[in-house]
């Protein structure tokens, strides 16, 4: 009974994948708001029921997708930031910014799920929340770690954080632990460059005008870490 157990799980593993695999296409081809459980399972082959019993919704599907591509971005920036010296902060950063760029070119549909516009009636659940902060994680981890070696100095030109920031920055501290508020302000100015960037150049808000992406891209990264405080 347990090798056939474990038989009956292989092939269900393998039947998910493989309707994920065929989601991420029609993401490309329809959009998130276009997905369809019965579209995938024409192109399988299978009857529209069978599906149901792997993912009961269009959203469980999309729910799955999301998760599936918050990890692999995650994991992306894990690999590439673990590969830089830990007193390299600045290196760490640059590292992890050209993760997310990498991915998000080579897999442009499943970032646009993650980072574009909200899907019309879908709520993501919590159940995406642990895959969502892995980048993050290693962000955060990155500005303790160079706040706590005395290595931020960042340029005296912004304004006191408003004092109503401090609740907000007490949030924060779950992933960017033991700093102050205003390295908490810059910290998050920098990371939504980041995806500022992205989205721009991803949704094609930079055509015909930044002709070179790339070469730009490390430019304001590394103008995001020097207003972080981080050496350039």
Excluded: K
């Amino acid at each position: 009974m347990s090798s056939s157990r474990t038989a009956r799980e292989r092939v269900r593993a393998e039947l998910t994948r493989e309707i994920t695999d065929i989601a991420r296409r029609h993401l490309a081809t329809e959009g998130a708001g276009g997905l369809s459980l019965r579209a995938v399972a024409r192109e399988m082959g299978m009857v529209s029921s069978a599906i149901y019993r792997y993912f009961p919704s269009r959203d469980d599907l999309l729910t799955a997708l999301i998760i599936d591509g918050y990890n692999a971005v995650g994991e992306a920036v894990e690999n590439a930031e673990a590969l830089c010296p830990r007193e390299d902060h600045t290196g760490r950063w640059l590292a992890l910014c050209h993760a997310v760029r990498d991915w998000a070119l080579a897999h442009p549909h499943e970032y646009a799920l993650l980072y574009g516009s909200p899907v019309p009636g879908y709520q993501a659940p919590q159940d995406t929340v642990a895959a969502a902060v892995r980048d993050t994680i290693v962000y955060g981890r990155l500005v303790a770690d160079a706040h706590r070696a005395g290595a931020l100095n960042p340029p005296d030109i912004c304004p006191p954080a408003p004092a109503s920031f401090s609740g907000d920055a007490a949030n924060v501290r779950a992933v960017i632990p033991d700093v102050p508020d205003d390295v908490i302000v810059r910290a998050l100015i920098a990371w939504t460059g980041l995806f500022g960037w992205l989205n721009f150049e991803l949704f094609g808000q930079f055509n015909n005008t930044i002709l070179d992406p790339g070469p730009a891209f490390d430019h304001s990264m590394r103008c995001s870490a020097a207003f972080l405080g981080l050496p350039v």
